[in-house]
């Protein structure tokens, strides 16, 4: 039986790398490469100055952005006399790319405090150049940052309660996590509890729902529309009818619709919209109020007014609840909440995309679970405890505490590295877990800087090593 070299991948992944170097711009290295170089700062540290001639010393680096905007944030820097700064860092093969990637006209860029580039003129902000700062030469350079090495988180971006953490028995630091998590619970119940003094048990949730299906691009018109629900609802109307006013009032009907005759869904939605348009003239959005960037297909803002139409239409939901956080354990909320296929959207992600090869569910697995996290079980919390049910709270608590993991995010990918110096410790397998780590980020993280500085949470771990 014949085998594989032992050699042949390596040799034909050198010969890649030849291959690679001789057709880039010699002495221009790929952006990634120059992210790479940041992020594990293999530089002459001790030397480095700004273009314009300033020392600059860099106490942390900033934590790598893989999602729209600079790429690193959180940095801490001090440039020649001034108090060391935190803020972000943008990294760009020549200077001249700030003005040229309209970095300059982008709110998004104004908390950059420093521009890294590979070569280049001093520009809009302080800038650094990394060709002559190298702590290797480049093409040394190159081949680790194509290696697994380059991959590993620095030791020195963990968290300063990292040690502390890691000292702590698997079992304890769950704990830990569960106790934060509850404290998450209580104030997202609390929330819920102030709004419906306000509005009502009911419209609490019905706003709880529609922020759940906003995500973090869209929370706020999903909410104004949850807020205009008895107004456009007040003739109890069908899911076709439900989804024409919520498009419409959202401002995501096309104008030229009518035009569209073999779209028979969308000529449907206008036929019911054009009648009531100038009914809900006043309380019309801006179309500029959404946005569509960074989402996946089936998370665009109309095919989730699709399903929120669907609930709407629903006379028993709040029953169907009920039942469900009643009911014997294991008992599926993505059920309770999944409406029956609907002819048009369980087909396609938007108003004018292709029809799908197979039919797709309007509410997915991970939604349903951030929305029993971080809406519905709330929602119970706190009317249980309004009520003053001690049964009723405990059963959210204990469903809340089981609740299997939900999506993974930038945020708690990088609260992993700080605190736990890994990618995915195996215990962190609830959604408690995730939620208690997202607890600790809001109460310790978020008030500190990249190098922990007067940060409590430390000692909170160390106190929890000694039992006191």
């Not at 306000?198 to 691009?217: N, P, T, V």
């Amino acid at each position: 039986m014949s085998t594989v070299q032992p050699d042949l991948y390596a040799q034909w992944r050198a010969r890649h790398e030849a291959r690679r170097l001789l057709r880039e711009t010699p002495g221009a290295p790929a952006e990634s490469v120059l992210q790479s170089i940041w992020r594990h700062q293999r530089l002459r540290r001790d030397d480095l100055r700004t273009l314009d001639g300033r020392p600059l010393r860099i106490l942390h680096p900033g934590f790598w952005n893989r999602e729209a905007g600079p790429d690193f944030r959180h940095a801490v820097v001090q440039i020649g006399e001034e108090p060391a700064r935190s803020g972000d860092i943008e990294i760009d093969l020549v200077a001249a790319n700030w003005r040229a990637h309209a970095h300059h006209d982008n709110p998004a860029y104004t908390g950059v405090i420093l521009h890294v580039v590979w070569q280049g003129e001093a520009g809009d902000r302080p800038t650094l150049a990394l060709e002559p700062s190298l702590d290797s030469p480049l093409p040394e350079l190159q081949s680790w940052a194509d290696s697994p090495a380059a991959e590993l988180w620095p030791a020195a971006l963990q968290g300063a309660c990292s040690a502390p953490l890691r000292a702590l028995p698997a079992g304890h630091a769950l704990d830990l996590l569960r106790q934060a998590a509850l404290v998450r619970l209580q104030r997202k119940a609390r929330e819920m509890e102030i709004r419906a003094r306000q509005a009502g048990w009911e419209q609490s949730l019905w706003e709880g729902l529609f922020r759940g299906l906003g995500y973090k691009q869209n929370v706020w018109p999903m909410q104004r529309l949850a807020e205009l629900r008895e107004r456009l609802g007040e003739d109890r109307p069908s899911v076709v009818v439900w989804q024409a006013r919520l498009l419409g009032v959202a401002g995501l009907l096309p104008a030229d619709a009518a035009n569209h005759p073999l779209h028979p869904h969308l000529r449907a939605l206008w036929d019911h919209w054009w009648r009531d348009r100038e009914r809900f003239g006043d309380i019309l959005l801006p179309k500029s109020m959404w946005r569509f960037n960074g989402l996946r297909p089936f998370n665009q803002p109309q095919r989730r007014i699709a399903l929120a139409a669907h609930w709407l239409a629903t006379a028993n939901l709040f029953d169907t609840l009920e039942t469900w956080f009643t009911a014997i354990p294991g008992a599926s909320l993505l059920a309770a909440l999944q409406p029956a296929a609907d002819d048009y959207w369980s087909w396609h992600w938007s108003l004018f995309s292709e029809r799908l090869p197979k039919p797709q569910p309007l509410l997915g697995e991970g939604r349903a679970t951030d929305l029993a996290i971080n809406v519905v079980l709330p929602w119970f919390w706190a009317r249980a405890q309004a009520g003053g049910n001690a049964a009723l709270r405990a059963r959210a608590e204990e469903q809340y505490l089981a609740w299997p993991a939900a999506q993974d995010n930038a945020v708690l990918r990088l609260a992993r590295q700080r605190l736990f110096g890994q990618p995915s410790p195996r215990w962190l397998n609830t959604a408690a877990a995730q939620q208690g780590l997202l607890q600790i980020v809001r109460d310790f993280c978020q008030h500190t800087n990249a190098l922990c500085a007067d940060c409590l949470f430390p000692d909170l771990a160390r106190a929890a090593v000694s039992g006191k």
